[in-house]
């Protein structure tokens, strides 16, 4: 389980990103998390695997507050917790194959790393993973010779790969025609069903949402204003997320990012 109790984050600058979030999500559901851009939803996802730390309250997931861990235990519990971005974050001048089988490299010792010694286990297991998001027949292809779809499918596979409990996509289809976004959304939804991984999906197209999540999470200047079923999304509760801006859709020029934001300006460097 994932729970966030009063949560609020103030960036060095003074820039609030969440404020007093309140939240949880069972093993097993699929959320997504919307709202305009700037609205806070990145901050959201990445306190759960503190790539951001919070100013206030606690993150607690399955038990372990994340605030508590350093060192080799945060990055133990980051390995079970999958991370999926908008950029895909490939080797591109390797296969599909390699780039999952890079995901085992923090298990494996020195010299089987320096020679890329993988072993036929670990293969057929980085096999396994790309089957499940249907690419097996590209894992001897070079990644720069994939579609958008297909590279964003070997990261998916890639964090399959960590057997997580956990999967958080932090706008994974942004950068994909509506088309191959529709596909990505299903792989994550089948993967979601089939193999039980709790799914957070931070999510620019409203559209998207309701079609592959089953719960719905919308924010606005960091606060929730939304949580609830897909299906009870309505007219009323859209203006609430999205006040007088354009909803956005996928294929929807409006809807590209960098469009109608809540807040500041977004930032370069994280903390
Ligand atoms: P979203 O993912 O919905 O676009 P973010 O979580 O990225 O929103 O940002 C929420 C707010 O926090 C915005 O006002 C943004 O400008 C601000 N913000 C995000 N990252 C930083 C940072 N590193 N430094 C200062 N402000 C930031």
């Not at 790309?130 to 958008?148: E, F, H, N, P, W």
């Amino acid at each position: 389980m994932i729970e966030f109790k009063d949560v609020s984050k103030v960036y060095p600058n003074g820039t609030r990103g969440l404020s007093h979030v309140n939240l949880q999500i069972e093993q097993g559901e699929f959320v997504a998390v919307i709202g305009l851009s700037g609205a806070g939803k990145s901050t959201l996802i990445r306190t759960i695997n503190r790539m951001i730390d919070l100013t206030e309250g606690q993150v607690i997931v399955d038990d372990v507050d994340v605030m508590t861990l350093k060192g080799r235990s945060l990055r133990r519990f980051r390995r079970k917790i999958g991370m999926i971005f908008q950029s895909f974050n490939l080797v591109t001048r390797s296969t599909a194959l390699k780039n999952v089988l890079t995901s085992m490299v923090p298990d494996m010792n020195f010299f089987s790393v320096l020679f890329g010694l993988f072993t036929k286990q670990q293969k057929l297991k980085a096999l396994t993973a790309l089957d499940k998001v249907g690419i097996l027949d590209k894992a001897y292809t070079r990644c720069d010779q994939l579609s958008g779809g297909q590279q964003q499918r070997v990261a998916l596979a890639r964090t399959l790969n960590q057997d997580p409990s956990i999967i958080l996509a932090d706008e994974p289809v942004a950068a994909l025609d509506p088309v191959m976004a529709h596909q990505v959304m299903g792989d994550f939804k089948r993967i979601n069903q089939e193999m039980g991984i709790t799914i957070l999906i931070n999510i620019h197209h409203v559209d998207l949402a309701l079609d592959y999540a089953s719960r719905v999470v919308g924010i606005r200047a960091g606060e929730i204003v939304y949580d609830g079923p897909a299906s009870e999304v309505t007219q009323d509760v859209l203006t609430a997320i999205y006040g007088e801006n354009p909803v956005p859709h996928s294929g929807d020029e409006s809807a590209k990012q960098g469009g109608a934001r809540d807040g500041a300006a977004k930032e370069d460097g994280r903390d």
